[in-house]
């Protein structure tokens, strides 16, 4: 039986999605309006996402079944956009010759660099699928291992400070495991608030607003500029602080919310946005930068329009005719059968 949508989740991963996509058009856009408003927003824009994963973590029937579903929720969808990725950019390979553009690699050794390089053009926002799943795994891990609340915490912290050292001396290790480090707390923070009952209505719902904008400034004034995926990082205080203040003030805010079609329905398929958005708004920055347009606000905000409107269609498209391969029908099933 599918589980019901929780329309304010759908809401808050879309408003992360829509940030990771205006980020991903230009870093500079959220400057333009506040000199440290990317950063302020940089507490919660992918921390988020570590975060609602938490809410909903199961420990389902056992390693293997827990393991089966998220390869078929994480790493399934992981390999398939990677390789839709190469095939959109066969795409654009022969659109750049037709126009008489400066044609781009094409070589089949991109389909392995996701798996052994810490970026690679095509789908640079696929790392944090691969984070995803090994925090997942690391904390069943700590679920089986560990009884004691006092224990997953301490070992929470600890790891964290093991991955936060890892990054501030630049060492790096394979598949995104000493960024997964890092994002844990987050993660464990989700599962909490489902501990505490969270999820459920309260009557003090409604000073959520008044508590956002309360840490607000708070927020603005005191982040540091924070890159999870190359770990560049601020100070450890400001690192988990400052993000699960903003990150619980928003759920807090978001819960009272009615359901908005348009902002749940790119929140539910959020993972396709994820995996493609890169894919589209590349060739319309570059038409539009082709035809004259400089680099701003206006760029940006045709970009992203533009981008979240071809999102619509491809959105329907993959999940109707590759619902096994963007997680919205399970790729293995009991067992590891394939259907």
Same mark, same amino acid.
């Given at each position: ?53 938490g ?19 994480? $790493? !399934?969808?992981?390999?398939? %956009? +990677? ?5 959109? &950019? /066969? ?6 010759l ?19 390089l ?8 696929l ?53 997964? $480090? !890092?994002?844990?707390?987050? %993660? +464990? ?5 489902? &501990? /505490? ?78 995996g ?10 570059? $038409? ?32 109707t ?5 963007t ?13």
């Amino acid at each position: 039986m599918a589980r019901e949508r929780i329309a304010y989740i759908d809401f808050m991963k879309c408003m992360c999605i829509m940030l990771i996509v205006m980020y991903h058009i230009d870093h500079d856009f959220f400057d333009y309006f506040a000199p440290n408003l990317n950063n302020a927003l940089q507490a919660f824009r992918l921390p988020m996402y570590y975060f609602i994963s938490g809410i909903f973590f199961k420990l389902y029937n056992g390693f293997a079944d827990f393991t089966r579903r998220k390869v078929n929720n994480i $790493l !399934v969808p992981f390999v398939f %956009f +990677v390789a839709f990725a190469y095939c959109w &950019r /066969l795409l654009e390979y022969g659109f750049r010759l037709a126009v008489g553009a400066e044609p781009i690699d094409i070589s089949l050794s991109q389909l392995a660099e996701p798996f052994y390089l810490r970026y690679w053009p095509n789908t640079t926002p696929l790392w944090f699928l691969l984070s995803l799943f090994w925090v997942n795994v690391i904390f069943y891990a700590m679920q089986r291992w560990i009884r004691p609340l006092w224990g997953i915490l301490l070992t929470t912290v600890l790891l964290s400070v093991v991955g936060y050292l890892l990054g501030v001396s630049k060492v790096e290790l394979p598949l995104m495991l000493d960024t997964s $480090l !890092v994002a844990l707390p987050y %993660f +464990v923070l989700g599962w909490g608030m489902k &501990r /505490l009952g969270a999820l459920e209505p309260s009557r003090h719902d409604r000073w959520g607003v008044l508590v956002l904008l309360a840490v607000a400034m708070p927020i603005y004034w005191f982040s540091d500029f924070m890159n999870l995926h190359f770990q560049v990082l601020p100070a450890y205080w400001k690192l988990y602080l400052l993000p699960f203040i903003a990150m619980v003030a928003l759920f807090w805010a978001c819960k009272p919310l009615p359901r908005i079609p348009l902002f749940c329905h790119y929140g539910r398929y959020s993972l396709i946005i994820l995996g493609t958005h890169p894919l589209i708004l590349q060739p319309v920055r570059f $038409l539009l930068l082709r035809q004259g347009m400089e680099s701003g606000v206006a760029l940006t905000l045709i970009v992203f329009v533009v981008t979240m409107l071809v999102e619509l269609p491809l959105i329907w498209l993959l999940r109707t005719w590759t619902p096994r391969f963007t997680a919205q029908e399970p790729f293995f099933l009991p067992g590891w059968k394939l259907r």
